[in-house]
């Protein structure tokens, strides 16, 4: 069985994608600098880290620079994406998409998605065309799924497990 990375931005969005790539090997990938604040960042974290034990998935992680300092959240990554002349949500999509793409580089794996692509409530067609051009630029493979339609049956697995499902995407823009 081949090896997919998978992007992973929470565990309810992972719990539907996870369902369309069982002819993989998943290796999930938490990178995720944009969660705000940290007791936020830490219960996603937690979450994600539970239910990807339960499942028996290889797990990696890439820890966000601003983590020991909160007050650096802004410095570290609001203030780029609020600049980003793409739009804020553009700038976290490809930052995090960056990063997974060479972590599957240096790892030797050569397929990855994302969980980004889940939610009904993300731009999927920027998502979807991101992760394109990084696997042409970079000789990898993006297996694209399309979960939206079984999002919610992901994210009542996840509350079903009595396991913490957030209320809003993640960084201090969007806690509004």
């Known amino acids: 069985m081949e090896k997919i990375l998978l992007h992973t931005c929470c565990a309810p969005c992972s719990a539907s994608t996870i369902t369309l790539l069982q002819e993989y090997e998943i290796v999930s990938l938490w990178f995720n600098p944009n969660i705000y604040p940290l007791k936020e960042h830490l219960a996603r974290y937690d979450t994600w880290n539970k239910y990807m034990d339960l499942l028996n998935i290889q797990k990696m992680e890439i820890k966000a620079d601003w983590l020991d300092n909160e007050t650096k959240y802004e410095d ?8 980003c002349d793409k739009g804020r949500c553009y700038y976290c999509y490809l930052k995090r998409l960056e990063k997974t793409v060479e972590t599957a580089k240096q790892t030797g794996i050569k397929n990855f998605s994302t969980t980004l692509l889940s939610s009904p409530y993300q731009k999927h067609d920027v998502i979807k065309q991101m992760c394109e051009e990084l696997a042409e ?5 993006f297996v694209y799924v399309d979960p939206r339609k079984i999002h919610y049956d992901g994210v009542h697995k996840i509350k079903k497990l009595g396991l913490y499902s957030q209320r809003y995407c993640g960084c201090k823009l969007s806690i509004r």
């Open 76 to 83: 570290l990554w609001l203030n780029d994406a609020v600049k």
């Open 137 to 141: 630029k970079n000789g990898l493979n």
